[in-house]
């Protein structure tokens, strides 16, 4: 079955405690994404991949870091949670970049800072 | 700054009735635009997708798109009761790849 999928679904951690959201596809796509969403404010792309090795910043990257050293798996890295990273995480894939596929999303995260 | 902006409702319609949504977005510079269905709790999931101006329709959803007035709608005919969700509106922007996403439009159809 073609699918996003993220680990864990849910984590509750404390402040300062580094941490790492895994992602991975399997639909052989080069473009992958991170978002969170907070009420009120929709989605907000926090990086992405155009393919490997590539990536570069959207619109929310402070606090987090990513690598994309395999085409299937782009994790998402909190060095130094902080309670303001409290969200729902989602990562997503498309076929390429910049040639308006759509996006496939993960179930999501839901990531709690103490 | 790119925006995209949606009316965040919540929309309410009877069903069978039109249900009528809108976004706006900022940038001329822009690709390709998406509309976004999320049930409460669930991710994301493709509605429609449109790259030129104009209509384009799949079943009951019609997407319509006007560059000139940077401003893409999607209509949705006959809605139903399943039809009660979240609205995202997307564009993606040239050059840069990244994806501007609306806040989202709560739509609630009464049986």
């Known amino acids: 079955e073609a699918q996003v999928t993220q680990n864990p679904r849910y984590l509750i951690t404390v402040t300062g405690k580094k941490l790492t959201v895994t992602c991975s596809q399997n639909m052989n796509h080069e473009y992958m994404s991170w978002y969170r969403q907070d009420p009120g404010l929709g989605l907000r792309q926090i990086y992405y991949?155009?393919?490997?090795?590539?990536?570069d910043k959207g619109d929310v990257p402070e606090g987090y870091k990513v690598s994309r050293k395999e085409k299937r798996n782009f994790p998402l890295i909190l060095e130094s949670p902080s309670p303001n990273q409290t969200s729902l995480y989602f990562c997503?894939?498309?076929?390429?970049?910049?040639?308006?596929?759509?996006?496939?999303f993960g179930d999501g995260t839901r990531l709690s800072i103490l | 700054q790119k925006e995209v902006e949606q009316n965040s409702g919540p929309l309410s319609v009877p069903e069978g009735a039109i249900a009528s949504l809108n976004c706006t977005y900022s940038d001329r510079v822009s690709q390709s635009f998406f509309w976004y269905r999320q049930y409460s709790g669930k991710s994301p999931e493709l509605i429609m997708s449109i790259y030129s101006n104009g209509d384009k329709e799949d079943g009951r959803f019609t997407a319509q798109l006007n560059k000139a007035s940077q401003y893409v709608s999607l209509l949705i005919r006959d809605s139903q009761p399943s039809d009660s969700a979240t609205y995202l509106c997307?564009?993606?922007?040239?050059?840069?790849?990244?994806?501007?996403f609306g806040a989202g439009t709560r739509l609630f159809v009464k049986a």
């Open positions: 997503a894939s498309s076929l390429v970049a910049g040639a308006g596929q759509p996006q496939h």
């Open positions: 991949s155009m393919n490997v090795e590539v990536t």
């Open positions: 997307a564009v993606l922007y040239t050059g840069g790849f990244k994806t501007i």
